[in-house]
């Protein structure tokens, strides 16, 4: 679904990415884990095309990001949806108007908007905050919140950065019991953390980055996978 | 259709959540339309005044009493072999009397004892060019049957020079609103985009194009363009109605009021399309300057 063909990124001097090749496959469930600077936000940015890769590809669904037109940038972003830690919803929108706002740009009917936002409003579990203002939700409401607008369109990828950064343990398992719940749904789920409590207790795949470098990969390295794709070629 | 009403309706939350600057940019406006629309207004009644002036009889020859018609007849065949007089009018003395009593017919303490003996009898001489008045002049005061001769040159000239004065003056300090106008526009427009720029973040963020990101931002300045240019002409129409009388009394006898309503329309018309093109114009190098996406 996701590759990255010997990427880097360079900002001024400070080389952000450096020679990274990475494929995610179709509903997987990666974890990006490493310390700050490592480059786990950059490589996100770059699926997006919120940044341009110095040197490398990346591919998309077989989409080369960096050499889409700008006008099909649009396109790119209805199919990947983003969370952040500081949530990045509209103080002056209510939850359903936060949720609905991809499906008004998108230009669907009221109706259509209405019956979609209510489906997913039920799916994060939301219903009853649906008339609130982001200032009169928990952490916690609100990054489900966030969640819902990202799949309100229904997209194949789900990027998150540090979603659990800024709430409470008992918040960040209810966040990642729901991310679950989509990538079960066959969304690929890439998120980006520094909670290693989280990445260690799940079976995800994690992928460990320093320095702009892939350290560490759980897929390539021991994972049951990866062995038996390994004796599998030996015979 | 769906997205433009989303759209507009964007803009007019924006507008609304961010009074003051809204205010800015339409009081600005206001006055540049206003003025423009004043002098537009001023020039259009200064060149009818002028027209009027000009076309008007310009030389008055008052005859002395007792000339013969063949000595009338004679004085206007001479004026008419100069080739610059376009008309020339015998006004007799019991003409004169009517037109008097006509000017004056409220004052009755003016017309009582007039008799036509009184008043003198008179040719009046318009000329194709302003210039060939003091020629047309010259030749009645020559004349032996003419007592007196009055024109209007100095009323004319006067009048072209003011024209002339109140076009320049008035063309610059439209053009400097004009110039402020689009620069408060681009200015108000650029403050609201920084204002919204998490705002316009999220909307790149799930997929919104330039141009619906751009739209609601183009809007506002069309609002504020549209609705200060249609505020100022009804301002200025408003004043114009209730000073209609008064003027009326100053430009008694020139068909110059009560101006008509068409003319009216035609300022809103061009008020509102610079008003737009204004907004259109400041906004789009608004976002060119301070939008990135």
């Known amino acids: 679904m996701i590759t990255f063909h010997e990427v880097s990124k360079q900002y001024n001097s400070l080389a952000a990415l450096a020679d990274v090749s990475l494929e995610i ?44 037109p700008s006008s099909h940038v649009p396109q790119l972003r209805r199919r990947v949806g983003t969370i952040f830690q500081d949530f990045k919803l509209l103080p002056q ?41 982001p200032s009169q939700l928990s952490g916690g409401e609100a990054q489900r919140t966030a969640i819902a607008r990202a799949f309100v369109l229904r997209p194949e990828i789900i990027l ?18 729901l991310l679950g719940r989509l990538n079960n749904l066959g969304t690929v789920v890439i998120m980006a953390t ?41 015979k | 259709m769906r997205n433009l009403t989303r759209l507009l309706k964007i803009a007019a939350t924006r507008i609304a959540r961010n009074p003051y600057h809204a205010l800015a940019a339409f009081l600005v406006m206001f006055l540049t339309f206003f003025v423009a629309g004043a002098f537009v207004l001023v020039s259009l009644g200064s060149n009818i005044l002028l027209s009027y002036f000009e076309s008007r009889p310009a030389v008055s020859a008052f005859l002395k009493d007792g000339t013969s018609a063949e000595k009338v007849k004679k004085i ?36 009582e004892f007039v008799t036509p003996e009184i008043l003198p009898a008179s040719i009046e001489v318009s000329t194709y060019k302003l210039e060939d008045l003091s020629k047309v002049a010259d030749t009645l005061k020559n004349a032996p049957v003419v007592e007196e001769v009055i024109f209007q040159k100095n009323i004319v000239e006067t009048l072209t020079s003011w024209t002339r004065t109140l076009r320049n003056v008035g063309g610059g300090v439209v053009a400097f609103l004009l110039v402020t106008t689009f620069l408060i526009t681009l200015i108000v427009i650029g403050l609201n985009i920084s204002l919204h720029q998490d705002e316009i973040e999220i909307m ?29 002409t009804t301002f200025l129409w408003l004043i114009f109605a209730l000073a209609t009388p008064s003027l009326q009394r100053i430009f008694a006898g020139i068909p110059i009021l009560p101006a008509s309503p068409v ?7 061009g008020e509102v399309l610079v008003g737009a093109a204004i907004g259109v114009v400041g906004s789009l190098v608004a976002t060119r300057r301070y939008l990135n996406i």
Do not use: C
Not at chain 1, 160 to 177: Q, R, V
Not at chain 1, 205 to 224: A, H, L, P, W
């Open chain 2, 76 to 111: 206007q065949e001479d004026l008419a072999a100069t080739g610059v007089v376009s008309k020339t009018s015998y006004i007799s003395k019991e003409e004169a009397l009517k037109i008097y009593k006509e000017r004056n017919k409220n004052e009755q303490l003016l017309t």
């Open chain 1, 160 to 177: 998150a950065d540090e979603p659990t950064g800024n709430l409470d343990a008992a918040s960040a398992w209810e966040i990642m019991k």
């Open chain 1, 194 to 234: 520094h909670n290693m409590d989280i990445s260690s207790s799940l079976p995800h795949r994690k992928v460990e980055m320093q320095k702009g470098r892939i350290v560490r990969d759980s897929k390539q390295k021991g994972t049951k996978s990866h062995e038996a794709g390994k004796k599998s070629k030996e």
């Open chain 1, 25 to 68: 496959a179709d509903s997987e469930f990666v974890f990006l884990v490493g310390p700050t600077g490592a480059g786990k936000s950059t490589l996100l940015k770059l699926i997006i095309r919120e940044e341009l890769p110095t040197a490398g590809q990346v591919f998309v669904d077989g989409l080369e990001v960096s050499s889409l």
């Open chain 2, 204 to 232: 790149r963020l799930v997929g919104a194009t330039s141009g619906y990101i751009r739209a609601p931002f183009i809007f506002e300045g069309v609002f504020y363009g549209l609705f200060s240019a249609v505020a100022a």
């Open chain 2, 263 to 269: 003319i009216f329309g035609y300022l809103l018309i």
């Open chain 1, 93 to 133: 929108r209510t939850v359903f108007e936060n949720i609905a706002f991809p499906l008004e740009i998108l230009g669907l009917s009221d109706e259509e908007i209405k019956k979609t936002t209510k489906d997913i409003l039920e799916l994060v579990g939301l219903e009853d905050k649906s008339h609130h203002f």
